[in-house]
């Protein structure tokens, strides 16, 4: 009886379950890609592919997962307007960026670039993943506001603040400078975080206008383990300058411990990973429109900026395709399709780069798949 109540429930309020997954690189391929994270021989062919790609741009590969759960109440709050909300997600992001000469001397070496001087810096790889459990108040055209509870039971972050690499022509000296710091949670964290709709809807106007912020908020991690590193290395000849450098050295156990300082029991407040839409939208015709979107934030390192038509098809059948440009990787295509099941319920699929399902040549690919329940 408990689950037929449960469902009876859930079919009487307006509800939306949105799950969905995608990766994006600007320079790394799907085969790449999975080598990396799966194993695998990765070829040299492989390689000058990536570097072709990358040019002289900052390296970028990222991922976002998750599943969210959106619901409003049927009754009105205290003789008011205003409805009560509340969502339910949890999700995880991952971001990383590289320079050229990072890429090289990763999967080439230096050997082909003997005198030069390679950059490291702004290099990174950060990771987080949190559930976000809110409740809060919806308004007028279905804006609302909520205030929600964080858990966040997994960071890690990697930084190359500043860094650079030379071998003289002759190899006979070396210089390498590094000053980074990397910090691993010890365990689970726990903030709060704030989502918020804004929607323009007027039938005197000939658009509409829409604002969501989603996960503004913090957490406090009780123990974060966090270390550091500022230190320049010089070589000449069989020579070496500086703290602690020299062949019998090098051999010793525990050699570079000095170099780094290394804190276990560090509590610190992080920032979640927030990102902020703004999507315009205007009508083409009785069953069509034009739309724009702007996303900002969740660590992508560009602006993602989406373009597209939509076509209403019959009454019960909605579709558009669409242009992806910026994010973690450069101009591609995506399509969606909803389709209103008789009674009240919807089905949207949405795949961003539909070629990247076919193909490992591709750099990403994605798909968002939503229940809604009206």
């Not at 021989?41 to 390296?59: F, N």
């Not at 000053?179 to 804004?198: H, L, Y």
């Not at 098809?313 to 994010?327: H, L, N, S, T, V």
Request: hydrophobic share 40%; charged share 20%; net charge neutral.
């Amino acid at each position: 009886m408990a689950p037929m109540w449960v469902a009876a429930q859930l079919d009487s309020i307006p509800w939306t379950l949105t799950v969905w997954g995608q990766q994006r690189s600007n320079s790394l391929d799907r085969d790449m890609g999975q080598k990396l994270f799966r194993g695998g021989h990765i070829t040299p062919e492989m390689v000058a592919s990536s570097s072709a790609a990358q040019g002289q741009d900052m390296g970028a590969l990222g991922f976002t997962t998750g599943v969210d759960w959106r619901w409003t109440s049927l009754k009105a709050w205290k003789n008011s307007n205003a409805r009560i909300c509340g969502s339910i997600q949890g999700k995880w992001v991952g971001d990383s960026r590289w320079t050229p000469e990072l890429l090289d001397l990763v999967f080439s070496g230096n050997a082909g670039h003997l005198g030069r001087w390679d950059v490291l810096d702004g290099s990174r790889v950060r990771t987080a993943a949190w559930m976000n459990a809110a409740i809060g108040l919806e308004g007028q055209n279905q804006n609302r506001i909520e205030i929600g509870l964080v858990y966040l039971p997994a960071y890690t972050g990697v930084h190359i603040r500043n860094g650079y690499f030379h071998v003289d022509e002759d190899i006979d000296s070396l210089q390498a400078y590094m000053r980074a710091d990397a910090e691993v949670s010890q365990r689970a964290a726990w903030g709060s975080a704030i989502n918020a709709e804004w929607h323009f809807l007027r039938e005197e106007a000939p658009f509409a206008f829409h604002l969501r912020i989603q996960n503004l908020g913090w957490a406090v991690v009780p123990k974060m383990t966090q270390w550091k590193v500022d230190t320049l290395i010089e070589t000449t000849g069989l020579t070496f300058q500086g703290p602690e450098w020299s062949l019998e050295a090098v051999q010793q156990e525990g050699w570079g411990a000095g170099f780094a300082s290394v804190d276990s029991n560090k509590t610190v407040v992080r920032m979640l990973p927030a990102r902020l839409d703004a999507s315009f939208e205007y009508p083409l015709g009785p069953r069509s429109g034009w739309d724009v979107q702007v996303q900002l934030g969740e660590w992508m390192p560009l602006p993602r900026a989406i373009t597209g038509y939509r076509r209403a098809i019959g009454k019960q059948w909605q579709a558009g395709i669409q242009m992806i440009a910026g994010g973690w990787g450069r101009l591609r295509p995506a399509a969606w399709a909803r389709w209103r099941v008789p009674g009240e319920h919807a089905i949207v699929i949405y795949l961003e780069d539909p070629f990247g399902w076919g193909t490992h040549s591709a750099f990403g690919r994605g798909i968002t798949l939503q229940f809604q329940n009206m």
